[in-house]
Nanobody, 123 residues
Framework: VQLQASGGGLVQPGGSLRLSCAAS????????MGWYRQAPGKQRELVAL???????NYADSVKGRFTISRDNAKNTVYLQMNSLKSEDTAVYYC??????????????????WGKGTQVTVSS
């Protein structure tokens, strides 16, 4: 199983970016999916989480600006980031609890991280 994140980049304050993270492998379903971020010198923190059923949870710092969504058919999670601020600058990581087949044996709720994608908000 692999998680591949994309969509990061450099954007001016007030701008928008959309991150995507696709899971691949012998997956038959995914439980919670989420986005975390880590700024230089700081601990990794939860940005947003979405359950299989579509319930969401956001860090207070991004509420009203960021929207998490998922496409279960594509095993993909998205993060739409609007009204970006300099303090949103960080490496963003996707995370998922994956149910998959491993040589004919079902593995359930195994946690995976994607490689980070850099988001830089600067004028």
């Amino acid at each position: 199983v692999q998680l591949q994140a994309s969509g990061g980049g450099l954007v001016q304050p007030g701008g928008s970016l959309r991150l995507s993270c696709a899971a691949s492998g012998r997956i038959f379903s995914i439980n919670d999916m989420g986005w975390y971020r880590q700024a230089p010198g700081k601990q990794r923190e939860l940005v947003a989480l979405i359950t299989t059923g579509g319930s969401t949870n956001y860090a207070d710092s991004v509420k009203g600006r960021f929207t998490i969504s998922r496409d279960n058919a594509k095993n993909t999670v998205y993060l739409q980031m609007n009204s970006l601020k300099s303090e949103d600058t960080a490496v963003y990581y996707c995370n998922a609890d994956v149910n998959y087949m491993d040589y004919g044996v079902g593995r359930y709720g195994i946690n995976y991280w994607g490689k980070g994608t850099q988001v830089t908000v600067s004028s």
